[in-house]
């Protein structure tokens, strides 16, 4: 199991965000210091989110996203407003290993199948749930589709990579929703990194025991719940 830890972005700065609450956001520290921090702790990959382009759809911290890519001493994935190839392409371009996926896999099948087609496992999609519904556009929107069945219908597509997010555990430290991935993982085979509520090292102990591949910790690493070079030695544990 891989070790993420998230960096949010909100207007330019590094946020946290509670139950996904535009509202509710509190700015984490300088993105600098941030990066310094996971670069001596050797965290194996970056998990950077464009909030403000989650809910609009467009790239508007991009610039700061290339900036912290090339300051970041591990691979980096971005997601949030990618709905384009020119999307995909301008951040792969600048040194990003992955994109992901979101409101564009729910709501565009013939992009989904086009990006995946190009970049392969280049591409992951993050599946966001609210009471095992998927929600899209910065997770302000509810749709009707089970996220299990959007899972299978993902891996039937040629999906390699899962990132799946209980919304009422995120940024909660309240623990990540052990039920509904282990759910996930007896149907699918392919990859699932797991976000939303992590908290200490136990967490982490009991996504590896359900085969979780990756797990993703934000508010943990900046409330000082986790030590995350301790974080990620036990993730890298056979």
Known sequence: MICIPAIDLLDGQAVRLFQGDYEKGEAVGEVDSILKRLNHAKAQLLHVVDLNGAKCGQR????????????????????????????????????????????????????????????????????????????????LSESQVNYIEFAKHLEALGVLTLIVTDIKTDGTLQGPNLTMLKALRSQVSLQIIASGGIRDLQNLRDLKAIGMDGAIMGKAIYANTIDLEAAVKLCREA
Not at 68 to 96: D, F, H, S
Request: charged fraction near 25%; aromatic fraction near 6%.
């Open 60 to 139: 508007v911290n991009e610039a700061l996203i290339a900036k912290i890519v090339q300051k970041a001493e591990m691979p980096v994935e971005v997601g949030g407003g990618i709905r384009t190839m020119e999307a995909i392409e301008a951040y792969l371009n600048c040194g990003v290993k992955r994109v992901i996926l979101g409101t564009a896999a729910l709501e565009d099948e013939t992009f989904l199948k086009a990006a995946l087609a190009r970049y392969g496992d280049q591409i992951a999609v993050g599946v966001d749930c609210k009471d095992g519904f998927v929600c899209v556009r910065g997770w």
